[in-house]
């Protein structure tokens, strides 16, 4: 069964972001990649892809629900920083659009990323934008934040949003960053197809997913190293205490 998966991508371009442009721009082209592959791994998942950057000259929509097949890389002159930072507008705008091409069976994954606080909206303000990220979360959006030179946790908790993220203002931070979000975003793809729309629970953080993949992998790892024993017919697998709990329900025995 084919599922649809909405990819929104907000992208501060306020003049701050200057000084890691470069980190910027290759690290959302490395996220646009991710969401490439995600489609040819899991051929069942249907992926578009909206690219939103904002400052207070423009509120640009790059790509506007595409197809991963249309897609292109970000290019260097298309993201310019400069003036201040309309974020409330850039996230009422884009979601008050996307809700409208939604169906309630569909799956949305929406990542926001700045450097600073907001200071230049004038269509939309905190309170609006809290009861709309509120509605969408019930309908099963996942929303991320991650931000830098702010009080990342409170700016969150303001947006109503669950899983947030800080990052070092620097090239360096940038890109650990992106690698992070990454990690977070290829496993919240295969979880997906393991188990469909069933991944979803208000609760549950979004970038604690990567930690997840680097366990399961580290399980792995040590699996390997451990020689296999004989398997009896008779012998039943003793039953472990993650069985039937679901993939949210794991991330959540791993967050204790």
Not at 111 to 124: C, F, H, M, V
Not at 145 to 169: E, F
Not at 198 to 214: M, Q, S, W
Request: with cysteine; aromatic share 8%; charged share 30%.
């Amino acid at each position: 069964m084919e599922q649809k998966v909405y990819n929104l991508l907000i992208l501060d371009e306020s003049g701050s972001m200057e000084v890691i442009k470069r980190k910027a721009v290759s690290g959302l082209n490395e996220t646009l990649q991710t969401i490439k592959s995600a489609s040819k791994e899991h051929l069942e998942q249907k992926h578009y892809v909206s690219l939103i950057t904002f400052n207070s000259e423009r509120i640009w929509k790059a790509m506007d629900r595409m197809p991963v097949d249309s897609m292109t890389d970000l290019g260097w002159n298309d993201y310019s920083p400069r003036n201040a930072t309309p974020l409330f507008d850039a996230m009422g705008q884009s979601l008050m659009e996307l809700k409208e091409h939604v169906d309630e069976q569909d799956v949305v994954l929406v990542t926001i990323i700045t450097d600073g606080l907001e200071n230049a909206s004038k269509e939309y303000n905190g309170a609006v934008i809290k009861r709309l990220v509120a509605e969408l979360r019930k309908k099963g959006w996942v929303f991320a934040y991650i931000g830098t030179n702010q009080d990342v946790d409170a700016v969150a908790d303001n947006l109503g949003i669950r899983s947030r993220m800080h990052y070092d203002y620097s090239s360096r931070g940038t890109s650990e960053m992106f690698e992070k979000e990454l990690k977070s975003r290829r496993f919240f793809y295969h979880e997906l197809a393991c188990e469909n729309r069933n991944i979803f629970n208000e609760d549950a953080d979004y970038f604690r997913l990567g930690d997840e993949e680097v366990k399961n992998q580290q399980v792995d790892d040590k699996k390997k190293d451990v020689p296999s024993k004989p398997s009896s017919n008779t012998q039943k697998e003793a039953p472990t205490p993650e069985k039937g709990l679901g993939f949210w329900g794991k991330v959540k025995n791993f967050m204790k």
